[in-house]
T-cell receptor, first 109, second 117 residues
């Protein structure tokens, strides 16, 4: 299972772009990179998944360089409601997902 | 609305009580999970059921007893809990257990915030 490293916390202001980089140096060939978002007192919610290059949906963009040893989740023009914990997950351990500490993003007015 | 409903949302119980947490999913999934999230700690996987059969017990104390009568319902029966069991208990489901495949994902409920006094 690929070990992931991401910042513990990030602060931002409304309207800014937030970029969270996750390192996963020992990613396996078959591993996908998945990000979940968790609001306080809620369960995590899937937001985006990618294998290589760039993926974009209505919530975020995911940038993955050619070597796939890192990935960057980009949240465009954040609002107060984007305050949450963001988890980077890579691969599975015997069909189980492993959620680390995540990155706590705090958006201020 | 994620399609996974948990009740109750909040529960306060004494150490001698017996209570049950309920989870129901309306997504047609075959795998269901219980996770525990203590304050300031990562999510811990507790149990996994696939097609109603338990496939994972992550060394959970016997005071937590899961039950999966069908693929849509999952229960967690609680008895003789300790104050350190106070946490957010999350239920999740997925199409099946093969989460490593593309587009396979977990759908979580809103959780039950449990306080043990």
């Amino acid at each position: 299972l690929a070990k992931t490293t991401q910042p513990i916390s990030m602060d931002s202001y409304e309207g800014q772009e937030v970029n969270i980089t996750c390192s996963h140096n020992n990613i396996a060939t078959n591993d996908y990179i998945t990000w979940y978002q968790q609001f306080p007192s809620q369960g995590p919610r899937f937001i985006i998944q990618g294998y290589k290059t760039k993926v974009t949906n209505e919530v975020a963009s995911l940038f993955i360089p050619a070597d796939r040893k890192s990935s960057t989740l980009s949240l465009p023009r954040v609002s107060l409601s984007d305050t949450a914990v963001y988890y980077c997950l890579v691969g599975v351990d015997d069909y189980k997902l492993s959620f680390g500490a995540g990155t706590t993003v705090t958006v201020r007015a | 609305e994620t399609g996974v409903t948990q009740t109750p949302r909040h529960l306060v119980m004494g150490m001698t009580n017996k209570k049950s947490l309920k989870c129901e999913q309306h997504l047609g999934h075959n795998a269901m999970y219980w996770y525990k999230q203590s304050a300031k700690k990562p999510l811990e996987l507790m149990f996994v059921y696939n097609f109603k059969e338990q496939t994972e017990n992550n060394s959970v104390p016997s005071r937590f007893s899961p039950e999966c009568p069908n693929s849509s319902h999952l229960f967690l029966h609680l008895h003789t809990l300790q104050p350190e069991d106070s946490a957010l208990y999350l239920c999740a489901s997925s199409r099946d257990q093969t989460l490593g495949r593309p587009n396979e994902k977990l759908f979580f409920g809103s959780g039950t915030q449990l306080s043990v006094l």
